[in-house]
């Protein structure tokens, strides 16, 4: 893909009375503008080449399986379905495409020519009236899908993280004391650290979410994003296509394609922070499209830019670098427009300096985000050893982006065929590209090389890594038929038997393949979705405290934090030891800091807070010392493996060892029920929710007394079982095990 994407000709523009400017170049059949010279024809044949090669090799071929990876059984999968989905596809076009030569009914080309001359008519007098009714479309296609599918509520502990953020927010506050007893209520994602509670995302993810959360309804943040989102894209289509059919078909393919409704449905931060990319995108296009300085719009798209960096900077960094390089492009050959670079810096500036200024509140360090402080330098782009011990190498990178783009496959459209087919026929067809296709092919080349780089392979209803592809692909997607017509133009029979695979694949979609994706989707995350503010109000549980019983390893891993053991290290004790030697192990630990008066500082987390009777010093020694003790367990890593004891309950046994009484009990709970915690930690409703930890549960209930008590936990191990209130009674004190 071409990372000049500002070193060539402008997009075309359009006549404006008063504008000053001339009308457009001519358009060719790939609908971009005719390229003055031989060079940048060849130039943006290169481009889409490369692109629809690299589409080719990394999502139709399992090149990191031949090169020593593992796909995880994901390409044989993909195989069969392309298999049997295309021979449904392709045999109902060709069979279409032959009777169609004996029953014109079949082919109504003059029919569908009128309609497409009425609807390129219509997009082209009111295109903005055309987007605003597919972008509102869309927008209320994604409330709906929020409350069927998720409740409206965070499924993911990633959003679960953000919302809390955005509640802290939404209060006046940057961050909360932390909590006396964290092992009590502490939670994957948040950051326990200097006598803070706080996210470890970046601050504007979560800000865009306190704007909902100001109304009452976070939940609609999303798909109000993903609206903007579409106009944003249009705006951008319209200064790199010019058929306002083919403009129109973009819109739609973005707006409805599954991924993106699905994702914008959520709470994730990919939605808006793919908004701001758009926007950025859309002001750039427009600041450049003529040779007028407009350095309102160059610092919009700075602002925008930034603000999408505070949200997700390897996202930003895709989108924006390409952009910089537009911009110096422009002043090479026009050094008046400085102003326009200037501009866009100021603009950028704003997001980020408001980041830095949570990020010194809160992590203390203007350029830390709360991922170092959880995670260390760990979690930062490049080949390295991972959080958790395992080295990101090159080819775990290739793996992940393989990955990534063979999911899309699948994920993108839903059609039986594969979805990035049409996107490869209409780049291989590329005659010529606009700048806009330009700039988006190399950002989209760009967001493959950071994630190739990231040591964390991302998926939440699709890949969602690479969700900013989603318009880039459906762009291409809606060149295709064009292309087809073009490539197979004394080939009629063919190109009907085409044009019939596409649509007989995209019915199958419409019919099957959404509907039967939906209702997955529909089917994960029930306790998520049960926890809502009425459910204790209609259970008749009111002003109580509520342990919530959460699986084993939960609690195990939730034990070492309280303990001062690091994220990293406890990701990889509880992924390399005996659950059960764990068990032993924390509790032992437990009494040792118990006995020797430190169980108030070192597993409360009040070590680091002022006041706290034990200092940070004495804190650090006896994480470091818990550490230790730990680590030693990991000698036996080898023997350890992980065992499924019924649907969703697994947990880790060493080969040859005998667990305890305590630990059979541990494994018995399991198979009662669980429930999750983090998603009742965002609910006021006037009951305290926290972690049940069996015996240590007597430090709550006497910190709040005369509150009942309630067990929350599933009514069975199933994925679908329902979280029920049980009156609930804690365990007495039990010794001290040793491991």
Do not use: K
């Not at 009111?126 to 296609?141: E, F, K, Q, S, V």
């Not at 309804?217 to 894209?233: Q, R, T």
């Amino acid at each position: 893909m071409n990372a000049n994407a500002g070193a060539e000709e402008e997009p075309p523009r359009t006549a404006r009375a008063g504008a000053g400017g001339a009308a457009g170049p001519s358009v060719g059949a790939s609908g971009a503008s005719e390229a003055p010279s031989g060079r940048r024809l060849d130039s943006g044949r290169w481009a889409a080449g490369s692109a629809a090669a690299l589409l080719i090799v990394l999502g139709f071929l399992p090149v990191a399986q031949w090169a020593g990876g593992s796909l995880d059984g994901l390409y044989a999968g993909l195989v069969r379905e392309w298999v049997s989905g295309s021979a449904i596809a392709v045999g109902l076009g060709a069979v279409l495409a032959i009777c169609s030569r004996d029953v014109p009914a079949l082919w109504p080309a003059q029919r569908l020519t009128r309609m497409a001359t009425r609807i390129d008519g219509w997009a082209a007098r009111r295109p903005r009236h055309c987007d605003a009714a597919i972008a509102g479309g869309a927008t209320a296609l994604a409330l709906l899908l929020a409350v069927w599918l998720f409740n409206a509520r965070p499924i993911l502990i990633d959003e679960i993280a953000q919302l809390r953020q955005a509640q802290i927010f939404a209060g006046g506050h940057l961050w909360l004391t932390a909590p006396r007893f964290p092992a009590f209520v502490s939670s994957l994602l948040m950051v326990n650290a200097g006598g803070r509670l706080y996210s470890q995302f970046p601050p504007g993810g979560p800000a865009m979410l306190a704007l909902g959360q100001l109304l009452g309804a976070p939940w609609i943040v999303d798909p109000v994003a993903a609206g903007v989102s579409i106009l944003a894209f249009a705006a951008l289509v319209r200064r790199a296509e010019a058929r306002p059919v083919v403009r129109a078909g973009a819109v739609v393919l973005f707006a409805c394609a599954p991924f993106a409704l699905f994702m914008s449905a959520s709470h994730m931060n990919h939605v808006t922070a793919l908004m701001w990319l758009l926007v950025g995108a859309a002001a750039v296009a427009a600041a450049l499209a003529d040779d007028t300085p407009h350095p309102l719009l160059a610092a919009a798209s700075g602002f925008a830019f930034g603000a999408a960096a505070t949200i997700r900077p390897a996202d930003a960094l895709a989108f924006a670098i390409p952009a910089a390089v537009w911009y110096l492009a422009r002043v090479w050959r026009d050094p008046t427009r400085w102003g326009d670079i200037v501009a866009a810096g100021l603009g950028l500036a704003l997001p980020i300096g408001a980041m830095m200024a949570v990020d010194a509140a809160t992590t203390g360090a203007p350029l830390r985000l709360g991922y170092a402080v959880l995670w260390g330098s760990g979690h930062t782009l490049g080949f390295h050893r991972a959080p958790w011990g395992e080295a990101h190498t090159p080819l775990r990178g290739l793996v992940h982006v393989n990955t990534y783009l063979l999911q899309l496959q699948r994920y993108l459209f839903e059609t039986p065929i594969p979805s990035l087919l049409p996107a490869v026929i209409a780049l291989a067809s590329a005659r010529r590209l606009t700048a806009v296709d330009r700039y988006l092919l190399a950002s989209a080349g760009l967001l493959l090389a950071v994630y190739f780089a990231y040591f964390h392979e991302g998926f939440y209803l699709g890949p969602r890594f690479v969700f900013p592809l989603v318009p880039v692909l459906a762009l291409w997607t809606a060149r295709a038929p064009a292309a087809l017509r073009g490539r197979l133009a004394e080939r009629p029979l063919l190109y009907r038997g085409a044009v019939y695979t596409l649509a007989v694949s995209a019915g199958v979609a419409i019919v099957v393949g959404i509907p039967v994706r939906a209702l997955a989707h529909a089917r994960t995350g029930a306790s998520e979705r049960w926890a809502t503010p009425q459910v204790a109000s209609a259970a008749g549980v009111h002003g109580a405290l509520v342990f919530v019983r959460e699986p084993w390893d939960a609690q195990l891993v939730a034990r070492m934090w309280a303990l001062g053991v690091s994220h990293p290290d406890a990701e990889v004790l509880y992924a390399h030891v005996d659950a059960c030697r764990l068990e032993l192990a924390l509790t032992a630990l437990e009494q040792d800091a118990s006995d020797g008066g430190t169980a108030s500082g070192t597993a409360s987390g009040t070590a680091t807070r002022p006041g706290a009777t034990v200092g940070a010093p004495t804190a650090t020694r006896a994480a470091g010392a818990a550490t230790g003790v730990l680590r030693a367990l990991l000698r036996d890593s080898a023997r350890v493996h992980r065992q499924a004891l019924a649907s969703g309950v697994t947990v880790h046994m060493q080969d040859g060892y005998e667990p305890a009484p305590v630990c059979l009990a541990r494994v018995r709970e399991m198979l009662v029920g669980t429930a999750p915690l983090a998603p009742f930690l965002l609910l006021d409703d006037g009951n305290i929710y926290a972690r049940d930890l069996h015996e240590r549960d007597t430090l709550l209930v006497a910190a709040y007394p005369g509150r009942p008590v309630y067990l929350l936990r599933t009514d069975g191990p199933g994925a679908e079982a329902l979280p029920r209130f049980f009156p609930y009674r804690p365990p007495a004190s039990a010794p001290a095990l040793s491991p």
